[in-house]
């Protein structure tokens, strides 16, 4: 299960923590990352990361965001600095394992709205 939360309403320039809570088999995936989607748009990956693999950020967060993991409280954040409006999007935290194909879990979204 993914648990997401830490959403809420922020003014522009300032900083939210998401949090999302893994538990059961989904503990060992090969990937952890966060996905955001705005009304109209597509859902598009915003950070990921893994044992075996570099941390990727899309080109817009780069900087701004970070992507980090708890392994003790079996815990993924997005620490996320200098929010501008365009951030605004409900986000997803997101699992994905091999299991001689790629299956991928989803959390439920957390609201964020940056102010301008």
């Known amino acids: 299960q993914l648990q997401a939360s830490g959403g809420g309403l922020v003014q522009a320039g300032g900083s939210l923590r998401l949090s999302c809570a893994v538990s059961g088999s989904i503990i060992s995936a090969n990937l952890m990352g966060w996905y955001r989607q705005s009304p109209g748009k597509q859902r598009e990956l915003v950070a990921e990361?893994?044992?075996?693999?570099?941390?990727n950020y899309v080109d817009s967060v780069r900087g701004r965001f970070t992507i980090s993991r708890d392994n003790v409280k079996n815990t993924i954040y997005l620490q996320m600095n200098n929010l501008k409006p365009e951030d605004t999007a409900v986000y997803y935290c997101?699992?994905?394992?091999?299991?001689?194909?790629?299956?991928?879990?989803w959390g439920q979204g957390t609201l964020v709205t940056v102010s301008s």
């Open positions: 990361s893994g044992s075996a693999v570099s941390t």
């Open positions: 997101n699992a994905k394992s091999w299991v001689g194909k790629w299956q991928t879990y």
